[in-house]
């Protein structure tokens, strides 16, 4: 769009350093899916992307903007590198977050990224990138260290590029040098950021992480989980095999949570009849 509208991704080509990427999960799927259909529907029907553009100071005249802008896209490359991002970053992620909130991080961080652009009230916003800062922040919040390749050339440790876009994000929004939607990319951190922090206080969370120290697991538990085949997990489980393998050898089977066990009866095979 004009003026400073155009929310692209912003971070180019990144790719996880070291990691092989994991398979689509069901709502980045979705999103994906949802975001060319659309863009496909606006080339044939423009006045759709009128329709679905975010103008700040109109927000209670079309509240449903809000949400819509994320799957409006100002040209190909905006849609491919959103795209890009939200293929490197939102697979592990939703892994991590189950799928419930994983969709209600990519909501809220960009629903926030669109509210934080009321600093400039009439510039139209588009583009999905507010909610894929969000996506940024929680991969960073889950792995601070991991690897990023940016343009595939470049690592940097996952911590230091949200550090790195949140400075590029503040100077290019104050300095008003391009046609970029800074501040969506700033609220979509902000709204990530503390999504994560009230997704990790929740009651049922800290229930779930808590060791059940007084249930140590059955000699059938033992058993099955002795019985996974690390070698068809996907790489991503498979760190996360390791690492409750080491917690059990380290501090014993009674120390795992209830997720830690919930995983690993997850992946047991069914025992034989």
Known sequence: MA????????TGVARRGGNSLVPLTPWVLRLLVANVVLFLLMMVAPTLSRAMMFVPALVLQHPWTLVTYMFAHAGTW?????????????????????ERDFLLLYFVSGM??????????????????????????????????????????????ARWLVVFM???SLYGGFRGLDDIAHFAHLGGF?????????????????????????QAPSRQSLHRWSRIDRNKLHEVNREEFDRIQEKIRSSGAGSLTLEERAFLERFSPEEPN
């Open 78 to 98: 905006h849609l491919f590198f959103n795209m890009l991002a939200l293929v490197f970053f939102g697979p592990r992620v939703e892994v991590e977050m189950g």
């Open 3 to 10: 003026g400073r509208g155009h929310a692209g991704a912003g």
């Open 166 to 168: 949140t400075a590029l």
């Open 190 to 214: 902000l709204g990530g950021y503390l999504f994560l922090r009230w997704h990790a206080r929740r009651p049922v969370q800290r229930v779930m992480n808590e060791p059940v120290l007084s």
């Open 112 to 157: 926030t990224g669109g509210l934080l652009s009321f600093v400039s009230p009439w510039t139209p916003i588009v583009g999905a990138s507010g909610a894929l800062y969000g996506v940024m922040m929680a991969y960073a919040f889950f792995w601070p260290r991991g690897q990023i390749f940016l343009w595939g050339i470049f690592p940097v440790e």
